[in-house]
């Protein structure tokens, strides 16, 4: 039974380039979250998505940042212009259901932006 | 807003020696989350926690919540190398899914 699946594990991109950091969740599972590592800093959520909803967004960043679970496929964290600041560890969890259910965590993409 | 404060901030023990880490909530917790997460890797799921004064074992872990449920504990019996990392408890406010983390705790044990 595979784990959340997240790809790459490591992304370096130039300031101003796009970074896409893609999540596939447990099987059986339809409730993804992402959230962020700064580094010095605790984890800190980011959004919460159904496929082809956005139930929560109340931690993405205003500019530059989406995040899409399509009906088929991974779940999608996009940042645009990506700036020095974005560096960090973005994690991808996911849940059977809402709530109270436990949520399961990838490995991580740990984003470089030189 | 609801926070979560863990302690100690870091702790070394000596392999075979007994621990706790402590996660004190601002206000009443619904659903208390443990977790590990080594270097560079990913959080590890432990332990969730629901009602007031609920205990749960897996191997040599015990986590408790305190009946008033603003504070849970996490208890390591007999500890080893493998148990080293950073422990996180993790909540979730308004039960919509939404979890807030705790600041950590690393634990290193010495062989």
């Known amino acids: 039974n595979a784990g959340v699946m997240q790809n790459p594990r490591h992304l370096v991109r130039r300031r101003g380039q796009e970074a896409r950091l893609r999540c596939s969740p447990m099987?059986?599972?339809?409730?993804v979250y992402w959230y962020r590592q700064l580094p010095e800093e605790g984890l800190k959520f980011m959004v919460y998505?159904?496929?082809?909803?956005?139930?929560?967004e109340s931690g993405m960043p205003k500019e530059r940042f989406s995040a899409e679970f399509p009906k088929e496929g991974p779940s999608i964290l996009r940042i645009q212009q990506v700036v020095r600041g974005d560096s960090a560890a973005y994690f991808c969890?996911?849940?059977?259901?809402?709530?109270?259910?436990?949520?399961?965590f990838g490995p991580g993409t740990r984003l470089t932006v030189t | 807003s609801q926070e979560l404060e863990q302690s100690p901030q870091s702790l070394i023990v000596q392999e075979g020696k007994n621990l706790t880490i402590n996660c004190t909530s601002s206000?009443?917790?619904?659903?208390l989350y443990w977790y590990k997460q080594k270097y560079g890797e990913g959080l590890i799921f432990l332990m969730m926690?629901?009602?007031?004064?609920e205990e749960k074992s897996h191997e040599k872990i015990t986590a408790k919540l305190d009946e008033k449920k603003q504070q849970s504990s996490l208890h390591i019996t007999a500890s080893q190398p493998s148990h080293a990392g950073i422990y996180l408890c993790?909540?979730?406010?308004?039960?919509?899914?939404?979890?807030?983390f705790g600041q950590g705790t690393e634990l290193s044990v010495k062989p």
């Open positions: 969890a996911s849940s059977p259901g809402a709530g109270s259910y436990e949520q399961y």
């Open positions: 099987k059986g599972h339809s409730h």
């Open positions: 998505l159904q496929k082809e909803n956005i139930i929560d």
């Open positions: 206000k009443t917790l619904y659903g």
């Open positions: 926690l629901q009602k007031g004064g």
């Open positions: 993790g909540a979730d406010p308004n039960q919509g899914g939404k979890l807030i």
